[in-house]
């Protein structure tokens, strides 16, 4: 029998090895910088197999990162009363995620970004290009004023999940999801729309 040669037809493995080539791609290049293309050809497989698999490369990204939820599905809810309480609904929205089932696999992300240089490499993309960027497309703001809103925004939202989740330092730990938004949204509100000029960095 003469072995077949070639790319690696559809099979069982081939959505696992498409994923696999995914998450280096990714990881090495960034979500912007890596394509499907890219992907494929690590994968041994023809690149309209990937579209036949994941469909687009965001989804492709967030199968690749286990993802729980899909950021593009849920965001809209966080702008559905306008730009003026942004802050407070997107900390709503993602402690309703993290206190539901998903919650498990995103801790277990976070744990794993924390310890991995490699899954914090892949989570930093999560967060800026199926989140953020995202968030702050919805608003009318400066684009060289975006990335230090981006940054400043990570590390409030990410101090949030690591005191509450991680670390579970009280009373935070336990506070009703309402109460923390209403806590900690107005803070997330001034990163994303408030005056930045005088926390901008020196030059």
């Given amino acids: 029998m003469v072995r077949r040669t070639g790319r690696r037809p559809g099979n069982p493995d081939t959505r696992e090895a498409i994923r696999t080539a995914a998450r280096q791609i990714f990881g090495e290049r960034g979500f912007d910088q890596a394509s499907i293309r890219a992907i494929a050809t690590a994968a041994g497989v023809d690149p309209a197999l990937v579209h036949h698999y994941f469909g687009t490369k965001d989804k492709l990204f967030l199968a690749a990162m286990d993802?729980?939820?899909?950021?593009?599905?849920?965001?809209?809810?966080?702008?559905?009363?306008?730009?003026?309480?942004?802050?407070?609904?997107?900390?709503?929205?993602?402690?309703g995620v993290w206190d539901s089932p998903a919650g498990v696999a995103a801790l277990a992300l976070l744990r794993s970004a924390l310890s991995n240089d490699w899954t914090a490499r892949l989570m930093r993309e999560f967060v800026t290009t199926q989140i953020l960027r995202r968030v702050l497309s919805q608003l009318e703001l400066d684009p060289a004023e975006v990335p230090l809103r981006m940054s400043l925004t990570v590390s409030q939202m990410a101090g949030l999940l690591v005191t509450r989740y991680v670390l579970r330092l009280e009373p935070?730990?336990?506070?009703?999801?309402?109460?923390?938004?209403?806590?900690?949204?107005?803070?997330?509100?001034?990163?994303?729309?408030?005056e930045v000029t005088a926390m901008a960095p020196d030059r």
């Fill in 67 to 95: 993802a729980p939820v899909d950021p593009g599905e849920l965001l809209p809810q966080a702008f559905a009363g306008g730009p003026d309480q942004v802050g407070e609904r997107l900390v709503r929205l993602v402690l």
């Fill in 172 to 194: 935070l730990a336990s506070m009703a999801p309402e109460a923390v938004a209403t806590a900690v949204g107005p803070t997330i509100q001034r990163y994303l729309t408030g």
